[in-house]
C-alpha cells in the first residue's frame, strides 16, 4: 500500500500497534514511532517472564517493529542480543510486512542474585556481547548482519552505536516500556505491559550534511564537525532526547499527539500508518521436517515411553507431538 502524507488532524489516531511514519519538513527529518500495548502484552504474558526480563525483551520487540516496519520487501528483521549476563539472549523477529516474535532466555539463579544485589539495569542484565541486526531477504539470497558490542547501559544506546557505526544515516533513538495496574470492564484488578519509541534520521537533501566524522572511512574530523554542529539536526536531536518514557508509553498521549508536541512548529506530517500483529512463523510441517534430518538412533533417544516426540516452540509456547515413525528416515 503507498504512503499517503497527510497533516495531524486529518484523519483518526492509530492507536496501539500501529506504526506510525512522520517527517519533519522543516528539520530535514524522517522517522517512525509506535505504541504497542495488546500485542505485546500478550507476548510477554505467554511466557510470564520476571519483570526485568519482560521490560528488556518489551524495548528489543519495540526497536524490531519500528526497524522492521521499513523494510520494502518480503523478508525477515531479527534483532538479537548475546551476552554472558543473567538475560544472556533475546531474540525479536520481524516478518514482513506486520508480523511479531520474540522470546528471552535467561537463568533463574544469576537472575535472582542480580535481583537481590540491586544490580537490574539493562547493562547488568545483559552482561558483556553483541547486538547483532540481521535482515534476512530469503531463498537464494545472502544475509546482510551488523553487530555492535553491547557498549551502552541500555538498548537504546547500544541501539544508537549501532547507527552510527553502520547505517551512516545521522540517527537518535527512544525507547519506552511501562507496566499499568488498572481494572477491567468487571472491575477485575489487572496488570498490562506497554511500550512506546521513535526512530528519527537526519536526511537532509544536500548529501554532504550527511557525514558523521566516527564512521569507518568518513572523510575526518572536518566532515565530521558538519553534522554534529549542524543546527537543524541539533534540534531536531535535542527534540527527540525531551520525550519522557511515560510519554512514550502513556496512553492517554497517542502516537500523534506526541509528534505535535514535538514538531507541530516545524511542520511534522504523519502517515499511513502500519499495523503489527504478534504471529509465529512455525508450523507443524516445518518442525517435521527438522525432525526428518535427525539421525534414527537420535529419534530414538527423543522420543518418550509412548514413542512421541514433542517440539515446543520458543517463540510462541505452541507443543506440537509427533509419532516417531512420522520423522524416521526412510
Not at 78 to 102: C, M, S, Y
Not at 112 to 121: P, V, Y
Not at 230 to 238: I, L, N, Y
Request: glycine share 10%.
Amino acid at each position: 500500500m503507498a504512503e499517503s502524507a497527510l497533516k495531524l488532524g486529518e484523519v483518526g489516531f492509530a492507536g496501539d500497534d500501529h506504526v506510525l511514519p512522520f517527517q519533519v519538513e522543516g528539520l530535514d527529518v524522517r522517522g517512525r514511532a509506535v505504541q504497542l500495548g495488546p500485542m505485546l502484552d500478550t507476548i510477554l504474558g505467554r511466557h510470564n517472564y520476571p519483570a526485568p526480563v519482560a521490560r528488556l525483551l518489551a524495548e528489543a520487540i519495540t526497536l524490531t517493529v519500528l526497524l522492521g516496519t521499513s523494510l520494502k520487501f518480503e523478508g525477515k528483521l531479527i534483532v538479537q542480543t548475546k551476552g554472558d549476563g543473567p538475560v544472556d539472549l533475546l531474540v525479536a523477529d520481524f516478518a514482513a510486512p506486520e508480523n511479531v516474535r520474540a522470546y528471552a532466555r535467561f537463568d533463574q539463579d544469576a537472575l535472582d542474585a542480580a535481583i537481590a544485589a540491586g544490580a537490574t539495569e539493562p547493562h547488568e542484565l545483559l552482561g558483556k556481547g553483541i547486538l547483532a541486526f540481521t535482515i534476512d531477504q530469503g531463498a537464494h539470497t545472502q544475509r546482510y548482519q551488523g553487530i555492535v558490542p553491547l557498549d551502552g547501559h541500555t538498548l537504546e544506546e547500544i541501539a544508537g552505536v549501532y547507527f552510527r557505526q553502520s547505517e551512516q544515516i545521522p540517527t537518535k533513538v527512544r525507547l519506552g516500556v511501562a507496566e499499568l495496574y488498572d481494572r477491567d470492564e468487571a472491575g477485575k484488578s489487572r496488570h498490562r505491559w506497554r511500550a512506546g519509541g521513535m526512530v528519527a534520521q537526519f536526511l537532509p537533501q544536500a548529501p554532504e550534511r550527511m557525514r558523521q566524522s566516527d564512521l569507518p572511512g568518513g572523510d575526518g574530523d572536518e566532515v565530521g564537525h558538519k553534522i554534529q554542529d549542524d543546527d537543524t539536526w541539533a534540534e531536531a536531536k535535542a527534540m527527540v532526547e525531551t520525550i519522557d518514557a511515560d510519554e512514550l508509553t502513556d496512553p492517554n498521549v497517542g502516537t500523534e499527539r506526541l509528534l505535535y508536541r514535538l514538531f507541530h512548529e516545524r511542520g511534522v506530517r504523519v502517515y499511513d500508518p502500519q499495523q503489527v500483529f504478534d504471529r509465529c512463523s512455525c508450523s507443524r510441517e516445518k518442525l517435521k521436517g527438522v525432525l526428518a534430518g535427525l539421525s534414527a538412533d537420535d529419534i530414538a533417544h527423543t522420543a518418550d515411553d509412548k514413542g512421541e516426540i514433542a517440539v515446543t516452540c520458543e517463540f510462541c509456547s505452541t507443543t506440537y507431538r509427533f509419532e516417531a515413525a512420522e520423522v524416521l528416515p526412510q
